[in-house]
């Protein structure tokens, strides 16, 4: 997570969606936490997983995601037909109205999502603009001082009181 951190930051300053690859217990969550947290963006971070969509007539997607902030979509090769309609309806339309960030996260490799696992290809292109791929658990590399001089140069580019205040909110989390 922390060797994705910098790189992310830099990257959701431009997107307005990133796909989170990576194997199971790699961080894919945490990440997106970090990134809401770190990059100043307003309102919360609403964590779904996405074979819950449309299992529920009475919530539907627009219902589920907050006017302002950031969305996980946890394992996003899980979401069912009708549901991926609907998300992408409410992409192409509301959604544009909101302030919203996306995450959708994965297991699987990207170029799978389509072929493999039936997402649309339309609804993988509006979640991904942006794809970071977190490194298997066992073949990490520790470059810790790299890491910390990245992460001070984006925080130093930050307001001084919102440093403060993303601290706090971060440790909350």
């Known amino acids: 997570v922390l060797e994705n951190l910098t790189g992310g930051l830099h990257q959701i300053r431009r997107a307005r969606s990133m ?24 309102g ?15 919530a539907s997607a627009k219902q589920l995601l907050p006017e302002r902030g950031s969305v996980f979509l946890r394992d996003i090769e899980d979401m069912a037909p009708d549901a991926q309609e609907e998300l992408l309806t409410f992409l192409n339309g509301e959604a544009r109205r909101r302030d919203l960030l996306f995450f959708a996260s994965t297991q699987a490799r990207s170029w799978d999502l389509a072929s493999v696992h039936g997402i649309r290809r339309e609804l993988l292109i509006r979640v991904s603009q942006t794809e970071i791929r977190l490194p298997g658990i066992a073949t990490r ?11 001070t140069y984006d925080t130093v580019r930050l307001e001084g009181r919102r440093v403060a205040d993303l601290r706090l909110e971060a440790d909350s989390l």
């Open 44 to 58: 919360a971070l609403v964590r779904i997983h996405a074979g819950e969509l449309g299992r529920n007539p009475k």
């Open 19 to 42: 796909l989170i690859t990576g194997e199971d217990g790699a961080g894919k969550e945490q990440l997106a936490c970090l990134l809401h947290t770190l990059s100043g963006r307003p």
């Open 141 to 151: 590399e520790k470059d810790l001082l790299r890491l910390a001089e990245d992460v």
